[in-house]
Antibody, heavy 119, light 107 residues
């Protein structure tokens, strides 16, 4: 069974940092492209970042470029999102998701983790 | 970026009704269109990919159609467990973008 479990969320002050983790199991993590998607309270889904299976290619939404860094440890079957210079508008539930093959569709999602940026 | 516009933003329907949700892309995306279902407090779930292919385990009352810029998601006979919010997403290029969602509520 495919499982994605996010951790590391919580309350952080504006300008602060947080690192999210996503522990993967039940599939070949090292062969899968992975994604982060976020959802502000009561709002829709917004793509944040993507990383290829080797970790050599990454992409970011303009809203987080230069502040967030996606990475992965294939030996630990874990995906990360380092979030720096956090703003109130980064407040959201963050989901990790698996890409299906080389497509940009997301076939399995974690349960999500809440990040709240507030003083 | 490719903009995805869903309509309606919400609808009320009864169990057994046929429901259709529309998604329009700001440029042609061929058949690179996916549909997700999200229930309150839960993660999205992939229902339809490549515009019309049913994801494994999804009931056949869900179907998708369209290509180019106009797409539809149809639920042939609405069931109690189908009350949720539905999102379209293009997978044509990065950045992928989602529609604003359609909330299906009980009439």
């Amino acid at each position: 069974e495919v499982q994605l479990v996010e951790s590391g969320g919580g309350l952080v002050q504006p300008g602060g940092s947080l690192r999210l983790s996503c522990a993967a199991s039940g599939f070949s993590f090292s062969n899968s492209w992975m994604y982060w998607v976020r959802q502000a309270p009561g709002k829709g889904l917004v793509w944040v970042s993507r990383i290829n299976s080797e970790g050599s290619t990454t992409s970011y939404a303009d809203s987080v470029k230069g502040r967030f860094t996606i990475s992965r440890d294939n030996a630990k079957n874990t995906l990360y999102l380092q979030m720096n210079s956090l703003r109130a508008e980064d407040t959201a539930v963050y989901y990790c998701a698996r890409g299906s093959g080389n497509s940009y569709r997301l076939d399995y999602w974690g349960q999500g983790i809440l990040v709240t940026v507030s003083s | 970026d490719i903009q995805m516009t869903q309509s309606p933003s919400s609808l009320s329907a009864s169990v057994g009704d046929r429901v259709t949700i529309t998604c329009r892309a700001s440029q042609s995306i061929s058949s690179y269109l996916n549909w997700y279902q999200q229930k309150p407090g839960k993660a999205p779930k992939l229902l339809i990919y490549a515009a019309s292919s049913l994801q494994s385990g999804v009931p056949p009352r869900f179907s998708g159609s369209g290509s180019g810029t106009d797409f539809t998601l149809t639920i042939s006979s609405l069931q109690p467990e189908d009350f949720a919010t539905y999102y379209c997403q293009h997978s044509y290029t990065i950045p992928v973008t989602f529609g604003g969602g359609t909330k299906v509520e009980i009439k």
